[in-house]
């Protein structure tokens, strides 16, 4: 506690905010509320804010040059270890915060093999279900930008829906070989199979030659 910013009255600070917060999580609503609060902590009075029956800007700092505060709602702040001010004046008041009680040991998760979507194939989602950690959109964009393709190869395929080339890793693990050889995902074949039933005429080529899904899933058998 002596370490933190404190008021010119010595009132330390209990909770500091990033200013970046608000505008990427758009919680404005809070700052107008630590202004509320300081005057209601100093005035010794409640105030009830009905929702979307508020107080405006206007009013809130209408009662702030009331109880003989800022009307910014800024104040000098003073650092805790060194004693002096900071630069720039600082937006101070009371806010209700609650503390959410999380634990790292019950969140903790990790798999190995665990149990499958029927159609997908994909390994399911959730800590509850043996499921594993989804690998998104902007996950993949990561790795892309960083040029890691066997990385994203692997975890595309064999470690998602590649149902022989997730066989074929396990076995080279065993061998203690480092080989990587993958097949069509089995949500490829479903995407293909779904525009199929919208009449559309897919055509797939490889090494010179035209195949289908069913000899997709011949080669991967």
């Not at 101070?92 to 959410?100: I, N």
Request: charged share 25%; with cysteine.
């Amino acid at each position: 506690e002596e370490d933190m910013p404190y008021l010119p009255d010595g009132t330390p600070v209990e909770v500091v905010l990033n200013p970046l917060g608000v505008p990427s999580r758009m919680n404005f609503g809070q700052i107008l509320e630590m202004h509320l609060g300081w005057v209601a902590k100093t005035q010794d009075m409640r105030m009830i804010c009905p929702v979307f029956e508020g107080p405006k800007v206007e009013e809130i700092r209408a009662l702030l040059k009331e109880a003989h505060l800022p009307e910014s709602g800024k104040t000098p702040l003073y650092d805790g270890r060194t004693g002096r001010a900071f630069d720039g004046k600082v937006a101070v008041g009371y806010v209700y915060v609650m503390k959410l009680i999380h634990i790292a040991e019950e969140k903790i998760h990790a798999r190995s093999t665990g149990p499958y979507a029927l159609i997908t194939q994909q390994p399911l989602g959730g800590r509850s279900r043996q499921g594993g950690q989804r690998f998104g959109e902007m996950e993949v964009w990561a790795l892309e930008g960083y040029g890691a393709a066997y990385t994203l190869q692997e975890m595309l395929t064999g470690k998602s829906d590649d149902l022989q080339g997730r066989t074929r890793i396990h076995e080279w693990i065993i061998k203690e070989e480092n080989l990587l050889d993958t097949q069509t995902p089995e949500s490829f074949k479903v995407l293909a199979k779904e525009l199929q039933s919208l009449g559309l005429n897919l055509e797939f080529w490889g090494n010179g030659k035209k195949f289908s899904i069913k000899d997709m899933e011949e080669e991967g058998e």
